[in-house]
């Protein structure tokens, strides 16, 4: 059994086999998950796992180079894009629309959905080299 970081294998092989500038999401229940793409489904009851625990839990074993997130988080939860932000300070952050989100989803390595029912919680995580 690991002795820290992520238990959940199948987010531990994830990340575990990113390249450079490829990348996962890490999105609230609402989001529509596109077919073809690694859904890891987290989520227990509303709220359970929040979206902030998940993405914390990431970022102790993922190197983030760059996060995109909906446009529309700005209004709707003020609140959870300061968390996001205090959570990735070294990483170039870009809002683009929901619509635009949604279809760059397409291209990730993997969705994992938690709990969250805040809309627009979701964030996707550009991943970056250690070197």
């Not at 092989?13 to 596109?34: M, N, R, W, Y």
């Not at 902030?52 to 700005?74: I, P």
């Amino acid at each position: 059994m690991k002795k820290i970081g992520i238990l959940n294998s199948e987010i531990s092989k994830v990340i575990s086999e990113l390249g450079h500038t490829d990348q996962i999401v890490i999105c609230d229940a609402g989001l529509p998950i596109p077919d073809g793409v690694k859904r890891i489904d987290l989520s227990l009851t509303p709220g359970v796992p929040s979206f902030m625990s998940v993405l914390l839990a990431v970022l102790l074993e993922m190197q983030v180079e760059r996060a995109y997130f909906a446009e529309e988080l700005k209004q709707s939860s003020p609140e959870t894009l300061a968390q996001l932000q205090e959570a990735l300070p070294d990483a170039d952050r870009k809002s683009v629309s929901h619509e635009t989100f949604k279809q760059m989803t397409r291209q990730a390595k993997a969705v994992i959905r938690t709990g969250e029912c805040t809309p627009y919680a979701n964030v996707i995580l550009e991943a970056g080299v250690i070197f």
